[in-house]
Nanobody, 121 residues
Framework: QVQLVESGGGLVETGGSLRLSCAAS????????MAWFRQAPGKEREFVAN????????TYADSVQGRFTISSNNALTTVYLQMNSLKPEDTAIYYC??????????????WGQGTQVAVSS
């Protein structure tokens, strides 16, 4: 089992920046891929970005491409999401998610509790 804790959320003006962090603990030797998702009120959960071990396999959603940067240590036990040029539509709860060796190929089997990001207009 892997436990995930997000931090770094807050309130920022349009055009500002935030850096989210995710700390993984427990059976971290099984980590294969880490991701960030977000969910705005009344909307479905949305994929933001993911990253593999040693920084490989990085993918971004089109909506954040060029503005957000995901990074991690090699073991995926510490993951960051640097968010620049923030827009009001980025307002959401941001979740850290982990795919372990036990997960199905396209599934994330560990989730954090989320951290709130609010971008004022």
């Amino acid at each position: 089992q892997v436990q995930l804790v997000e931090s770094g959320g807050g309130l920022v003006e349009t055009g500002g920046s935030l850096r989210l962090s995710c700390a993984a603990s427990g059976r971290t030797f099984t980590l294969y891929k880490m991701a960030w998702f977000r969910q705005a009120p009344g909307k479905e959960r949305e994929f933001v970005a993911n990253i593999g071990r040693s920084g490989g396999g990085i993918t971004y959603a089109d909506s954040v491409q060029g503005r957000f940067t995901i990074s991690s240590n090699n073991a995926l036990t510490t993951v960051y999401l640097q968010m620049n040029s923030l827009k009001p539509e980025d307002t959401a709860i941001y979740y850290c998610a982990a795919r372990t060796m036990a997960a199905l190929s396209n599934q994330y089997d560990s989730w954090g509790q989320g951290t709130q990001v609010a971008v004022s207009s």
